[in-house]
């Protein structure tokens, strides 16, 4: 077994590096994560003739990273590189609520006590599912710009430039990215609309719990960006809860 073999199983990879090493694998990878941007219409094409300096200058990296899974098969992740974005937002417009940790002591005490089921939900693709904002600006280079390309000719071909000799596509965020600055606020705001919806009162003391009475039972959530904790008496109610969160 090579050393890039266990590299591979224990660390996310570049995406230049995972193509080294992965081949097909690693460009089909990137293809489905490409193809997943362009199905939930992410990305909206920037005019490539004449972009302004200012979206050139303050358009954030759009970084891909590859890892292999235990099962053998290869996974794409993608992220914005956020950093530019440090200069202009102050700590106050991106901090979003966090659970306290005597939160989270204190709900556990009360599920044993009042022998409640636990569940533990990780929301998957939690930021894409949140409107921007803000005008944000990304640019996939090279080997995604030249994918965007390949599954939509029509809507990206056009956009599509040259720089330093490699192929750039702008465009901006119609939906929060992990590494947005703002993204993990965003996504806060929409999950407490949401259980405020839904009947749930939020704790004034720790505006990341919420309790709803069903069945006469509390059913306590707290949350952690887009990790969540839910209990219940019933296993029926925290399933009911868990596709809301879900959908």
Not at 57 to 67: D, H, S
Not at 113 to 127: G, H, L, P, Y
Not at 132 to 148: Q, R, S, T
Request: charged share 25%; glycine share 4%.
């Amino acid at each position: 077994m090579t050393s890039e073999f266990l590299i591979s199983q224990t660390e996310q990879l570049s995406m230049k590096r995972g193509l080294n090493l992965f081949v097909q694998a690693g460009s089909d990878a990137v293809q489905k994560e490409m193809l997943h941007l362009h199905t939930i219409k992410f990305p909206i094409p920037v005019n490539a003739s004449n972009p302004s300096q200012g979206n050139q200058r303050e358009a954030l990296k759009y970084l891909m990273f590859l890892k292999q899974k235990h099962d053998g098969t290869i996974n794409g992740r993608g992220c914005a590189d956020g950093r530019k974005q440090q200069s202009h937002t102050t700590r106050k417009e991106i901090s979003s609520p966090t659970v306290a940790i005597e939160s989270l002591m204190l709900s556990c005490v009360m599920d044993a006590k009042e022998r409640r089921i636990m569940a533990n939900v990780d929301i998957s693709n939690a930021f894409i599912q949140v409107d921007m904002d803000e005008l944000v600006h990304v640019n996939f280079k090279g080997f995604m710009a030249e994918m965007l390309a390949k599954i939509d000719p029509d809507c990206y071909t056009q956009y599509v430039r040259t720089e330093r000799g490699k192929p750039v596509t702008y465009a901006t965020l119609a939906k929060a990215l992990y590494g947005i600055l703002r993204a993990s606020l965003l996504f806060w705001w929409k999950l407490l609309a949401k259980l405020i919806i839904w009947g749930h009162k939020i704790n004034p003391y720790d505006w990341c719990v919420a309790n709803k009475d069903v069945w006469r039972q509390q059913c306590t959530v707290l949350w952690h960006v887009d990790n969540m904790k839910l209990s219940h008496v019933s296993d029926e109610v925290l399933d009911q809860q868990i596709l809301l969160i879900e959908d």
